[in-house]
């Protein structure tokens, strides 16, 4: 015979999960990122784009940019990721990124995944990679701020933090991946620079992805735990 203490165990875990699959779980900020094997997303097989910007050109479909950006291709002042080039050696002057040349960069994504193909990515995550100057005064470093928005509004605010290593020829180790995963789906993301209209980022990747199942999972062992427990002292 099931106890109570068991029942309401089970009964609080399935009260508690729909509540938090309607939640965003925040990546960010991850640093060190070389690679693409850094990203804590994980995406369902093949179904996400990877936009390194290495063709040249902005757009493989998705996605819109608002905000003034163009690839810059490898050069001295390129910040591209460190793997990009074939080597991780601390320079990403051999690859593409993308320059941002306003405060804000905005990326809305289109609703193209799913079985019907009429879904919003649920998994979105870039990658910031430099700033030059900073209020024509400070070079290297400045404030940052990245928003995400669901179909309704916004996910998450990651609020103004300083970012940077004073650095402004393709250094890679401050390189930092901003990103999120949302069951409901991921309309937009928006990455400031109140102060800089001089600044990078690269890897910018969305798809369909998977929660963590540590989060569900450890949940429910928690509260079975406890309903055991409850058995062992009525005995």
């Known amino acids: 015979m099931t106890s109570k203490p068991l029942f309401m165990a089970l009964g609080l875990l ?16 991850v640093n060190p ?52 080039d074939g080597a991780i050696d601390g320079f990403g002057t051999q690859g593409h990124s993308l320059y941002v040349s306003s405060n804000d960069l ?25 700033v030059g100057f900073v209020n024509d005064t400070t070079v290297g470093y400045g404030p940052l701020t990245f928003v995400a928005y669901g179909p ?11 970012i940077g290593d004073g650095k402004v020829t393709g250094e890679t180790g401050e390189d930092t991946f901003f990103g999120l995963y949302h069951e409901g789906g991921i309309s937009r993301i928006v990455i400031s620079m109140p102060t ?18 540590s989060t569900y999972a450890l949940m429910g062992l928690g509260l079975l735990g406890v309903a055991a427990a409850a058995r062992r002292r009525r005995r």
């Open 14 to 29: 399935l009260s508690v999960i729909p509540a938090l699959s309607g939640a965003a779980t925040y990546y960010g900020p």
């Open 152 to 162: 309704s509004g916004q996910l998450v605010s990651d609020g103004v933090r300083s």
């Open 33 to 84: 990122y070389v690679s693409f094997d850094d990203s804590p997303l994980s995406f369902v097989g093949g179904q996400y784009r990877l936009e390194t910007w290495d063709s040249n050109s902005v757009g493989t479909g998705g996605y819109t940019i608002t905000g003034k950006a163009e690839v810059h291709a490898p050069g001295i002042y390129t910040d591209s990721v460190d793997g990009d």
């Open 196 to 213: 800089s209209v001089d600044w990078e980022v690269d890897h910018l990747q969305f798809g369909v992805a998977v929660p963590e199942p």
């Open 106 to 130: 905005t990326i809305d994504f289109d609703a193209i995944w799913g079985e019907q193909g009429d879904e919003l990515p649920t998994a979105v995550g870039i990658v910031w990679t430099d």
